[in-house]
């Protein structure tokens, strides 16, 4: 049996290392869409967590991730099983394609 239970945490561990620690430095703060749910009064407009989906059997051998305005709940990152191989292969542990999803939403609104 596979364990499973890293994979939640590599979708978690990505995105915050990526936004709160990297990005920031690059000027992805909370005034520029930084997707935090609270800001902590360092300005930017609240209410745009990202939400992921682990292990996503909706669809298969791709990914997304949508980005509403700034301050709009909605921001979601879905991330689908490969089924080309047996046993299929979990594509939230491949930091290139978490990180690829999420560069979706740094585009200036």
């Known amino acids: 049996m596979i364990s499973t ?3 939640p945490f590599c ?5 915050s290392y990526l936004t709160g620690l990297l990005l ?7 005034v520029f869409c930084n997707f935090q ?10 209410g745009d967590a990202v939400f992921a989906s682990v292990q996503d059997g909706y ?3 791709n990914a997304y991730f ?3 305005p700034d301050g709009e709940s909605g921001v979601a990152s879905r991330i689908f099983l490969w089924n080309y ?4 292969r979990e594509s939230d542990l491949d930091a ?12 200036p609104v």
Do not use: M, W
């Open 5 to 7: 239970t890293g994979i």
């Open 11 to 15: 979708l978690f561990f990505i995105p």
């Open 24 to 30: 920031p430095s690059y000027g992805f703060d909370e």
């Open 37 to 46: 749910q609270y800001n902590f009064g360092r300005g930017g407009k609240e």
């Open 59 to 61: 669809k298969f051998n």
């Open 66 to 68: 949508v980005s509403p």
């Open 85 to 88: 191989t047996n046993p299929y």
């Open 96 to 107: 290139g394609i978490v990180i690829h999803e999420l560069s979706h939403g740094l585009a």
